[in-house]
């Protein structure tokens, strides 16, 4: 099993909303606390693109063209992290991926596909 699953994607209208997770089930939860996640994807024929983190004090960082529409939060009792997305638009489309540095290893899942029809 994976370090990190994620879920949440889909095809979705122009100016939809979509709410990505990102769960880490076999992390111990006094390392889960402590860790940074970040969400990057990767459009079609297009390097991987930071889109957002959130660090374990709950600080976030947004890539300019999601700021104000996308929000990522973490629930540490579920060891999981959110990416809530909303005005969605077709440059968003690609496969998103969670990650996160422990262990003394860089993990991804496996990605999840969103599709943002015009």
């Known amino acids: 099993q994976r370090q990190l699953v994620e879920s949440g994607g889909g095809l979705v209208h122009g100016g939809g909303s979509l709410t990505l997770s990102c769960k880490a089930p076999r992390m111990i939860t006094s390392v889960y606390n402590t860790k940074t996640f970040t969400w990057y994807r990767q459009a079609p024929g297009k390097e991987r693109e930071l889109v957002a983190s959130i660090s374990s004090d709950r600080s976030t960082n947004y890539a300019d063209v999601v700021k104000d529409r996308f929000t990522i939060s973490r629930d540490n009792s579920r060891k999981t992290v959110y990416l809530q997305m909303k005005d969605l638009n077709a440059d968003d489309t690609g496969v998103y991926y969670c990650?996160?540095?422990?262990?003394?290893?860089?993990?991804w899942g496996q990605g999840t596909q969103v599709t943002v029809s015009a």
């Open positions: 990650n996160v540095n422990a262990y003394e290893t860089d993990y």
